[in-house]
T-cell receptor, first 114, second 117 residues
Framework: DSGVTQTPKHLITATGQRVTLRCSPR?????VYWYQQSLDQGLQFLIQ???????AKGNILERFSAQQFPDLHSELNLSSLELGDSALYFC?????????????FGEGSRLTVL | AQKVTQAQTEISVVEKEDVTLDCVYE???????LFWYKQPPSGELVFLIR??????QNEISGRYSWNFQKSTSSFNFTITASQVVDSAVYFC??????????????FGTGTRLTIIP
């Protein structure tokens, strides 16, 4: 158990809909990262937050947004969903802002868009 | 731009055999970090090792060992006396240490390792 909690574990929705994925980092970790794992794109970095502020941005679509709240949990919002958004979405956390240590990954949220 | 290549898509070996997973990386930075993660069938990503670019010492942890060679930009992972529980997808990853505000892991495409009992 990494200590990172993601909900929901599974989600099935239709094209055009909007979903919110939630992540609670390990106790004491200030950085939260979101990754998308799909069959064709592999593991892609989406975005990083540190103590409530956006710190790094990767291949995140404009239809996607994220935020980190004062209690350090984070949410990833996916809107106008398309079939291609079906993937496993991972949240990870780390102690510091800089990626010098290990990332602790949650079990992922599997999104299926029909 | 940084890139990680895991040329072996799938490997199958019989239990107790040794197996090496290859990882080749590209980066323009002199300071960077390399990682290996394991993704078992349950789906979570499990951290195995981190190595910084200034530390070329090989590392051994039980049945696992890692060979880092800057000259060939490789960071290979060997499992000795493989076991069925080693069956998983293994990812190599690279992070360039750019300081605050620009850290991300770039993952390879993974190698699916199957240990046959």
């Amino acid at each position: 158990d990494s200590g990172v909690t993601q909900t929901p574990k599974h989600l099935i929705t239709a094209t055009g809909q909007r979903v919110t994925l939630r992540c609670s980092p390990r106790s004491g970790d200030l950085s939260v990262y979101w990754y998308q794992q799909s069959l064709d794109q592999g593991l892609q970095f989406l975005i990083q937050y540190y103590n409530g502020e956006e710190r790094a941005k990767g291949n995140i679509l404009e239809r996607f947004s994220a935020q980190q709240f004062p209690d350090l949990h984070s949410e990833l919002n996916l809107s106008s969903l398309e079939l291609g958004d079906s993937a496993l979405y991972f949240c990870a956390s780390s102690v510091g802002e800089a990626l010098f240590g290990e990332l602790f990954f949650g079990e992922g949220s599997r999104l299926t868009v029909l | 731009a940084q890139k990680v290549t895991q040329a072996q898509t799938e490997i199958s070996v019989v239990e107790k055999e040794d197996v090496t997973l290859d990882c080749v990386y590209e980066t323009r930075d002199t300071t960077y970090y390399l990682f290996w993660y394991k993704q078992p069938p349950s789906g979570e990503l499990v951290f195995l090792i981190r190595r910084n670019s200034f530390d070329e010492q090989n590392e051994i942890s039980g049945r696992y060992s890692w060979n880092f060679q800057k000259s060939t930009s490789s960071f290979n992972f060997t499992i000795t006396a493989s076991q069925v529980v080693d069956s998983a997808v293994y990812f190599c990853a690279l992070s360039e240490a750019r300081g605050f505000g620009n850290e991300k892991l770039t993952f390879g495409t993974g190698t699916r390792l199957t240990i046959i009992p």
